[in-house]
C-alpha cells in the first residue's frame, strides 16, 4: 500500500525544479543574499495523483510504513502549493529520545491531540543521576534509540528504489534536543533548584548528555550521512550539520547560560560541524551569548512578539547569523520600521 504514496512523489518531483531550489537556499545559507526577506518557491504546483491520508502522530509511533506516509504527506503538500520548503522527513519519536536511552519513561498525549509525545522525570532524580554518572554513556539502543536507527534505516532502504525521492527528500537528523533541554527532562521539578544547591552534579551530568548526544549522532550519521557543509531541518538549510534545540533556556539568567548552556552547546558544535540553534518562547536575553558562540550559523525562534527583535536582529544578522522560519508579520515590520534585514532572514 505504501508503494502508490512513494510512486506519486516520485512522479511529481522535477529535478530541474529541485535542484534551484536547493542552490537558492544555499545561497541564502552562504549569505548570498543582498537584501530583503528570503522567501523562495517552486515555479509551479506539482498535484498529487491521488489522496494523501493524515496520519496521526501516535499511530506512526509503531507503525514504521506510517510514519513514513506521515512524514511524505508533508513533502506532498509542499510539492502541490509550490512553497520553498525543502522535501524533508525525519525519525518523528518527540523529544524523549536522549531521555529515553537513561531509562525515561515516555508519555504518550491523547491519540486525537495529534501530538508528539514527551517522557516522565527520573524518580528519586539527583540520586538516579549519581548512579547513571557511574554507568557512564548508556546503550545507545536503548529507550527510543534502537528503533529511532531502525526507523532511518527504514527511509534509506525505501528510498534506495526511486532515484529522486533519494536524492531530493532529506532525512534530517532526530530530535535529540539540547543539553540543557534533555537534563531538564530527566531531572524534573527539582531542576532549577538544584542548578544552585547541585551545581556540581548538573555540570557532570551535562557532560554525559553531551557526550553521549555526539555518540548517537556519528551512530546516526553512519546511517544518514550528513550533506557536505549543511543540513535540512525542518525543510530549511543552514550551514553546519546540527540543530540544537535551547528551549529551556529561556528560563535562566544570562550569567547560568554562561554557565550551564554556551559550553556545552560550544562542545556539540566543535565536534560535530557547526549548525543551528533554536528556541521558542523569550531568548532576547541569552542571544547575545548564542552570537558569540563559534560555528553558529542560523538561528530558529518562535513567538518573536515575546522578544525584542531588534536585540535579536542585532545579534544574529548583524553578526552574519542567519534567522530561519521567523514570522512573517515580525519581518515586514522591521522592513517597515527600516531595519536592514541583510538579505539573512527567511520567512515562509
Given at each position: 500500500m505504501i508503494q502508490k504514496y512513494l510512486e506519486d512523489l516520485e512522479t511529481r518531483i522535477d529535478p530541474t525544479v529541485e535542484e534551484e531550489l536547493f542552490e537558492q537556499w544555499k545561497t541564502f545559507a552562504d549569505g548570498g543574499v543582498a537584501e530583503g526577506v528570503f522567501s523562495p518557491g517552486r515555479p509551479r504546483p506539482s498535484l498529487p495523483s491521488l489522496e494523501w491520508p493524515h496520519v496521526l502522530v501516535n499511530d506512526a509511533?509503531?507503525?514504521?510504513?506510517?510514519?513514513?506516509?506521515?512524514?511524505?504527506?508533508?513533502?506532498?503538500?509542499?510539492?502541490?502549493?509550490?512553497?520553498?520548503?525543502?522535501?524533508?522527513?525525519?525519525?518523528?519519536?518527540?523529544?524523549?529520545?536522549?531521555?529515553?536511552?537513561?531509562?525515561?519513561?515516555?508519555f504518550l498525549m491523547d491519540r486525537n491531540?495529534?501530538?508528539?509525545?514527551?517522557?516522565?522525570?527520573?524518580?528519586?532524580?539527583?540520586?538516579?543521576?549519581?548512579?547513571?554518572?557511574?554507568?557512564?554513556?548508556?546503550?545507545l539502543n536503548a529507550g527510543q534509540g534502537g528503533v529511532v536507527f531502525r526507523m532511518g534505516e527504514h527511509?534509506?532502504?525505501?528510498?534506495?528504489?526511486?532515484?529522486?525521492?533519494?536524492?531530493?527528500?532529506?532525512?534530517?537528523?532526530?530530535?535529540?534536543?539540547?543539553?540543557?533541554s534533555a537534563c531538564e527532562m530527566l531531572w524534573g521539578g527539582s531542576f532549577y533548584v538544584d542548578l544552585y544547591d547541585k551545581a556540581d552534579l548538573v555540570r557532570d551530568f551535562l557532560s554525559l548528555i553531551v557526550e553521549t548526544y555526539i555518540r548517537f549522532m556519528r551512530r546516526w550519521e553512519q546511517i544518514v550521512p550528513p550533506l557536505d557543509g549543511y543540513a535540512v531541518h525542518w525543510s530549511?538549510?543552514?550551514?553546519?550539520?546540527?540543530?540544537?534545540?535551547?528551549?529551556?533556556?529561556t528560563n535562566l539568567s544570562p550569567a547560568m547560560v554562561d554557565e550551564f548552556?554556551?559550553?556545552?552547546?560550544?562542545?556539540?558544535?566543535?565536534?560535530?560541524?557547526?549548525?543551528?540553534?533554536?528556541?521558542?518562547?523569550?531568548?532576547d536575553h541569552f542571544i547575545e551569548r548564542v552570537g558569540r558562540m563559534s560555528g553558529v550559523h542560523a538561528v530558529n525562534?518562535?513567538?518573536p512578539a515575546l522578544n525584542d527583535l531588534e536585540t535579536i536582529l542585532r545579534h544574529t544578522v548583524e553578526r552574519g547569523i542567519n534567522l530561519i522560519g521567523l514570522e512573517r508579520e515580525a519581518a515586514e515590520e522591521a522592513l517597515q520600521q527600516g531595519r536592514n534585514l541583510a538579505g539573512r532572514v527567511h520567512c515562509w
Open positions: 509511533l509503531d507503525d514504521f510504513d506510517a510514519m513514513v506516509v506521515q512524514q511524505l504527506e508533508d513533502c506532498s503538500q509542499a510539492l502541490a502549493e509550490g512553497t520553498g520548503a525543502l522535501l524533508a522527513v525525519r525519525c518523528n519519536y518527540g523529544t524523549a529520545i536522549l531521555p529515553s536511552l537513561f531509562g525515561a519513561e515516555p491531540l495529534d501530538t508528539l509525545p514527551a517522557c516522565r522525570p527520573l524518580p528519586d532524580s539527583a540520586e538516579t543521576v549519581r548512579r547513571l554518572l557511574d554507568r557512564g554513556v548508556p546503550d527511509y534509506r532502504q525505501l528510498f534506495a528504489d526511486y532515484s529522486k525521492l533519494s536524492k531530493y527528500v532529506h532525512i534530517y537528523h532526530p530530535d535529540l534536543q539540547g543539553p540543557l530549511m538549510l543552514h550551514r553546519g550539520r546540527i540543530m540544537i534545540r535551547n528551549d529551556a533556556a548552556v554556551c559550553p556545552f552547546d560550544q562542545r556539540l558544535l566543535n565536534e560535530l560541524g557547526e549548525g543551528a540553534i533554536h528556541f521558542c518562547g523569550r531568548g525562534m518562535t513567538q
